[in-house]
């Protein structure tokens, strides 16, 4: 078996220890908070993280990975005799990052010609966010270490990507508002109104699905839109931000209406948190192929 490394970024929400046990290398998007440049789970926790977004007049910012990180991680890695480097990236739609890391495959080769052949770079968009990317890549990782080879994974990744559609409501329109998923004016009527959108992403596109009105239509409506649209009896992940009861409750409302386990409830990092808001709660789940 090739000697292989699995990358992916923190929007990814794989948390940091589980990345480290299992070998999977996480690259972090700088978050701007004030004038500061912070690292999402080195200078704050997601609880942290939420209570900044909550009481900060500013909203933070994140900004993209470079190619010249890339291509500097591209060559740590063939240095050490990594044969196979495997990059999965956040929604190319969302973020410049995608772009980045495939220009930085060709500029690595071009200033080191000596690794043309012995070193494949595969470059993987998700089309997609958070744990809806983080969950195959875990996988992945677990895969890869039982001995399943570089091509098999791929194939599973690609397959994951192609199928996968996650399904979101954020509590308040606040975040959404400024982050451009909901316009001001739509925004406004549905505060006023009470209404609250239940948000799909197909093929890196925002979608607004369905308006419900009241916190309590919110995880009833999730579930039904992902049991309508979800393989019976495949895995599904949900996220939370700093709704901890409401996370679990839609987790346990799940587990009854698809008939199988979570695969888990995991926090939704600093790039979800920006765009969402930290009162949010998700559910990803496996459908049938978009193409």
Not at 76 to 90: L, N, P
Not at 117 to 137: C, F, H
Not at 185 to 202: M, N
Request: hydrophobic letters at 40%.
């Amino acid at each position: 078996m090739s000697k292989w490394k699995l990358i992916t970024d923190s929007g990814s929400d794989i948390p940091l220890d589980l990345a480290n046990e299992l070998g999977i290398e996480i690259l972090q998007f700088p978050v701007i908070v004030g004038d500061k440049e912070c690292i999402a789970g080195v200078d704050f926790s997601n609880d942290e993280f939420y209570n900044i977004l909550m009481n900060e007049s500013k909203i933070p910012t994140h900004s993209q990975i470079t190619s010249i990180q890339f291509v500097d991680k591209y060559k740590q890695y063939a240095e050490e005799g990594v044969e196979h480097i495997i990059y999965v990236s956040i929604n190319s739609k969302g973020s410049a990052t995608h772009n980045n890391a495939i220009m930085a495959k060709d500029m690595f080769f071009e200033e080191n010609p000596e690794y043309a052949g012995k070193v494949e770079i595969t470059v993987i968009d998700s089309k997609a966010y958070s744990i809806a990317y983080g969950y195959p890549v875990i996988e992945s990782a677990k895969r890869l270490n039982a001995g399943a080879s570089c091509k098999e994974v791929i194939n599973y990744l690609n397959d994951w990507f192609n199928s996968v559609e996650i399904f979101f409501a954020p509590y308040s329109l606040e975040f959404v508002k400024k982050s451009g998923r909901v316009s001001c004016a739509a925004a406004f009527v549905g505060e006023l109104l009470g209404f609250k959108p239940i948000i799909t992403f197909v093929d890196g596109e925002v979608k607004i699905i369905e308006k419900v009105r009241g916190e309590k239509a919110i995880i009833p409506a999730l579930i039904k839109n992902a049991k309508n649209r979800m393989i019976p009896q495949t895995p599904f992940i949900c996220i939370k931000g700093c709704l901890e009861e409401e996370g679990k409750n839609l987790e346990k409302e799940a587990i009854k209406a698809f008939g199988n386990n979570s695969q888990g409830l995991y926090s939704a990092g600093p790039v979800i948190a920006i765009n969402a808001g930290p009162k949010v709660v998700g559910i990803v789940v496996k459908c049938s192929p978009k193409h």
